[in-house]
């Protein structure tokens, strides 16, 4: 079975320019996670959807973020505009459940921002 | 009381050496500790995970160490090989899994 699939793996871009990172989770899995790693700040989870709704976007960092989930297999997270401070790897993980359930984590965006 | 902290940032071990990383939590509610592991340029992947209601989980040579009382778990890596050098985190949830920061392991050959 495919795991979680995300693109593209790179982007580099400049400031202010409108950025969208996509994530397809496992088929089946009921929860998509939205994370940002970076050295300083670790993993931080930004959003997460249960079955295709937003629960908790508590950790997106402004406005700027913004993420959807039109179906089951499909979420974007977009930025706009972007900043050099949003350069990060992204992650998207999907689980079969929440509590107790392991997450699945896609290899990931490195983000860029000139 | 949400945080989960980590230890080492880093660790270095010969082969065939014993890694050991430690974490600590506060939340008493917390019911899975689940253990990652990344390597570069991937996202984390679960290694092994505990609930609390044991004090040792082995699978392989990897064991997660329990102890409720002092609100910490570990994890210990035997016969350490090369292959294993990734960064591992540690978590705890009881509905949002917090992450500790994460440890960068290195085994030398």
């Known amino acids: 079975d495919a795991g979680v699939i995300q693109s593209p793996r790179h982007e580099v871009t400049e400031m202010g320019q409108e950025v969208t990172l996509r994530c397809k989770p496992i088929s089946g899995h009921d929860y998509l996670f939205w994370y940002r790693q970076t050295m300083m700040r670790g993993l931080e989870l930004l959003i997460y959807f249960n079955n295709n709704v937003p629960i908790d976007d508590s950790g997106m960092p402004e406005d700027r973020f913004s993420a959807k989930m039109p179906n089951a297999s499909f979420s974007t997270l977009k930025i706009q505009p972007s900043e050099p401070r949003d350069s990060a790897v992204y992650f998207c993980a999907s689980s079969f459940g929440r509590d107790g359930q392991p997450q699945h984590f896609g290899d990931g965006t490195r983000l860029s921002i000139l | 009381q949400q945080q989960v902290k980590q230890s080492p940032q880093s660790l270095i071990v010969q082969k065939g050496g014993i890694s050991i990383i430690n974490c600590a939590y506060e939340?008493?509610?917390?019911?899975?500790f689940p253990w990652y592991q990344q390597f570069p340029g991937k996202g984390p992947a679960l290694l092994i995970a505990i609930r609390p209601d044991v004090s040792e989980k082995k699978e392989g040579r990897f064991t997660i160490s329990f102890n409720k009382s002092a609100k910490q778990f570990s994890l210990h890596i035997m016969d350490s090989q090369p292959g294993d050098s990734a960064t591992y985190f540690c978590a705890a949830s009881r509905s949002q899994l917090i992450w500790g920061a994460g440890t960068k392991l290195i085994i030398k050959p």
């Open positions: 939340n008493t509610a917390f019911d899975y």
